[in-house]
């Protein structure tokens, strides 16, 4: 009774649950009888009418051809270091055959559940007791293994074994509970560090590109502006290049010496007017109100630097005939009697 209390619900084995033989019987969906003719297996009847012979034929077994529940107590099981477990679990088994349930074992399912509990044992005693959380699956997959290899001859085979729960003793379970917080402390504090690395990195290397962009943009307004000053050179010189080509055109005109002497004094007279503007220390020339004699002295410097041109054309060109101008000195001094 005892033991009987302790598994599931089972097909009943006794002669006093079976069913009695009045020749017309009717087996009902998914089971199975195992008649006995004068003590002597004799056949196993199918679902439906049967008919057998009363006195001779008796019904010694009902086998049930369903999927059998059968819970499988708590026990105690040491791990490989070392720890006391205490698991229990479900076993999901079907008959198969009903001729080697009958007669194969006298109580198939105590047997499973017998062999089932002894199986787990050996199974967590080659794991420790971190992998015996990790690998449920594999063990459970282990104890319907080795379950339907003993329970062949049987006539029966194990479906599914499901671990229910694993207790653990109480300083086991603290000792866990504290690796547990150092491991996430520990997670925590490398992903932390990681955090400050990353931005430690990050703004390093915001500053090499900031640093390298400030660098190619005063490189660019380097470029920049010395092309710009070059550019201003050269439009300064060409200026400068037409200036001195129209002023000599205008030189070699008619009167253009007249002209050359009205600008260099205008120039003077301008110069003059400018003095002790900007400083009270002024140095000037013994003949500062002689402007005719300073307008002389510049055109004849610039008498003196253009002269070899004038004879390098003299002797390219033919000389020319008619009425000629009169010369420089000549209208220098005409221009002092008038200013006189």
Same mark, same amino acid.
């Given at each position: 009774?005892?033991?009987?209390? %302790?598994?599931?619900?089972?097909?009943?084995?006794?002669?006093?649950?079976?069913?009695?033989?009045?020749?017309?019987?009717?087996?009902?969906?998914?089971e199975a009888w195992v008649v006995e003719r004068m003590g002597k297996f004799h056949r196993i009847l199918e679902p439906g009418l049967n008919f057998l012979i009363p006195l001779l034929d008796r019904i010694r077994y009902v086998q049930s051809l369903k999927e059998i529940v059968i819970n499988v107590p708590e026990q105690s099981a040491v791990?490989?270091?070392?720890?006391?477990?205490?698991?229990?679990?479900?076993?999901?088994?079907?008959?198969?055959?009903?001729?080697?349930?009958?007669?194969?074992?006298?109580?198939?399912?105590?047997?499973?559940?017998?062999?089932?509990?002894?199986?787990?044992?050996?199974?967590?005693?080659?794991?420790?007791?971190?992998?015996?959380?990790?690998?449920?699956?594999?063990?459970?997959?282990?104890?319907?293994?080795?379950?339907? %290899?003993?329970?062949?001859?049987?006539?029966?085979?194990?479906?599914?074994?499901?671990?229910?729960?694993?207790?653990?003793?109480?300083?086991?379970?603290?000792?866990?509970?504290?690796?547990?917080?150092?491991?996430?402390?520990?997670?925590?504090?490398?992903?932390?560090?990681?955090?400050?690395?990353?931005?430690?990195?990050?703004?390093?290397?915001?500053?090499?590109?900031?640093?390298?962009?400030?660098?190619?943009?005063?490189k660019a307004e380097q470029i920049n502006k010395a092309a710009g000053e070059a550019n201003a050179m050269l439009v300064k010189a060409r200026a400068k290049a037409e200036a001195i080509q129209?002023?000599?055109?205008?030189?070699?005109?008619?009167?253009?010496?007249?002209?050359?002497?009205?600008?260099?004094?205008? %120039?003077?007279?301008?110069?003059?007017?400018?003095?002790?503007?900007?400083?009270?220390?002024?140095?000037?020339?013994?003949?500062?109100?002689?402007?005719?004699?300073?307008?002389?002295?510049?055109?004849?410097?610039?008498?003196?630097?253009?002269?070899?041109?004038?004879?390098?054309? %003299?002797?390219?060109?033919?000389?020319?005939?008619?009425?000629?101008?009169?010369?420089?000195?000549?209208?220098?001094?005409?221009?002092?009697?008038?200013?006189?």
């Open positions: 009774l005892k033991r009987a209390a %302790q598994l599931a619900p089972a097909p009943c084995r006794w002669n006093s649950g079976l069913p009695m033989n009045i020749g017309v019987l009717f087996v009902p969906q998914q791990t490989l270091d070392n720890v006391t477990l205490q698991i229990d679990g479900v076993l999901y088994l079907r008959v198969m055959d009903p001729y080697k349930a009958s007669y194969g074992v006298e109580d198939p399912e105590y047997a499973v559940t017998q062999l089932a509990q002894t199986t787990m044992r050996s199974e967590l005693g080659k794991l420790s007791l971190d992998r015996v959380f990790r690998e449920r699956e594999s063990l459970n997959a282990s104890i319907v293994d080795a379950i339907n %290899q003993a329970s062949d001859c049987w006539g029966i085979r194990c479906l599914r074994y499901e671990i229910k729960d694993i207790h653990v003793p109480p300083r086991v379970k603290e000792s866990m509970q504290m690796q547990v917080e150092a491991e996430r402390r520990k997670r925590a504090t490398v992903l932390e560090s990681e955090g400050t690395r990353e931005s430690a990195i990050n703004v390093a290397e915001g500053q090499k590109q900031a640093q390298i962009l400030a660098s190619e943009a005063e129209l002023l000599a055109a205008a030189l070699a005109q008619q009167h253009g010496n007249a002209a050359a002497s009205l600008s260099v004094a205008e %120039q003077y007279v301008n110069a003059f007017s400018k003095i002790a503007k900007d400083s009270n220390t002024v140095l000037l020339p013994a003949n500062t109100g002689d402007v005719t004699n300073m307008v002389a002295q510049a055109l004849g410097i610039y008498t003196t630097l253009t002269k070899p041109q004038a004879v390098k054309t %003299q002797d390219e060109m033919p000389p020319a005939h008619g009425d000629s101008h009169p010369p420089a000195a000549e209208v220098l001094k005409a221009e002092q009697g008038s200013s006189s």
